[in-house]
């Protein structure tokens, strides 16, 4: 048998090519076997381990499956999720659209909504940091409502949960939101071919493509967010990062104010919210 250390050292080189941290995930990979934490691993690095069960995990990664469905749980925000596929697998980039969500909710009897919820993360995350009273999460994959039902409840975390497109997912009579976030999908549809294979080849296309220039949903989410939000109500959207401008026009046009973007940790425009004005004359997109 072979030590950590070197099962480690060998599983790095072998993913190099499939991902920027092979290292890294060279000790998830032992750990999620061993039942290890990290520091545990650290100290028994002489240590012999058994490789034959790492090996089909090994190679499911080599041919660039996705490091969370065959870990079968990810974080997000300091919160363990499950994630299976081909549901998004979060990304930190949607972190901001929690950090902003948080700023925007009143103290006492806040109601959220996430939309297009996948795995949970956001509604979880906003819920578990904020105690929101109403929270309410809506995806139109059945997977995705079984998934984020099931992370609601290993957080303890009680999340109206509804299945449906969009705002149709909800019963009519739910109160209006004083935060509706969404991580949409907003790829466009010619830019599929050079997305990363694991991405291209494993996640739910209906979760990332958008029509031809990515925009199909977000227009739908700001032409009927509205009847959906509190007068000061936010809304806040990630999209992709040249998406920005356009987004926000679609926002302005729609009589939403204080429109602004938040860029992510690579710098890119990634988030864009703004605020419902019901005193507006919007015109419908
Ligand atoms: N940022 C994601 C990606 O690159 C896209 C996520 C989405 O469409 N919501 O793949």
């Not at 806040?110 to 996948?118: E, P, Q």
């Not at 009847?227 to 109500?233: D, E, N, Q, T």
């Amino acid at each position: 048998m072979r030590t950590a250390r070197e099962t480690l050292s060998q599983i790095a080189q072998r993913l190099a090519d499939v991902t920027e941290t092979p290292q890294f995930e060279a000790e998830l990979l032992l750990c999620h076997v061993t039942g290890w934490n990290r520091a545990r691993l650290i100290a028994r690095l002489d240590d012999p381990v058994d490789t034959s069960v790492l090996e089909p995990l090994v190679a499911r990664r080599e041919q660039a499956e996705p490091i969370a469905y065959i870990l079968g749980t990810w974080e997000f925000y300091g919160l363990e999720l499950a994630v299976e596929a081909p549901l998004l697998v979060p990304r930190p980039e949607t972190e901001h659209l929690v950090e902003i969500g948080l700023t925007h909710l009143p103290k006492a009897g806040a109601r959220a909504l996430d939309l297009c919820t996948g795995t949970g993360c956001v509604a979880l995350a906003l819920g578990h940091e904020s105690g929101a009273e109403t929270l309410w999460a809506t995806d139109i994959n059945p997977v995705a409502i079984r998934v984020a039902t099931e992370n609601f409840r290993r957080h303890d975390l009680p999340v109206h949960v509804g299945q449906g497109d969009l705002f149709a997912a909800l019963p009519t009579a739910v109160e209006p939101f004083h935060v509706i976030l969404s991580n949409p999908p907003y790829v466009e549809a010619g830019t599929w071919e050079g997305l990363a294979p694991d991405i291209r080849n494993y996640e739910d296309p209906g979760a990332l493509l958008s029509g031809d220039d990515g925009l199909d949903c977000l227009r739908q989410i700001i032409t009927q967010a509205p009847m959906r939000l509190v007068h000061g109500g936010l809304l806040a959207l990630e999209m992709g990062e040249t998406q920005g401008a356009t987004v926000c026009a679609l926002l302005e046009a729609r009589g939403f104010v204080d429109v602004a973007i938040t860029k992510d940790l690579a710098g890119l425009d990634r988030i864009a919210h703004g605020i419902w004005d019901a005193s507006s004359t919007s015109s419908v997109l």
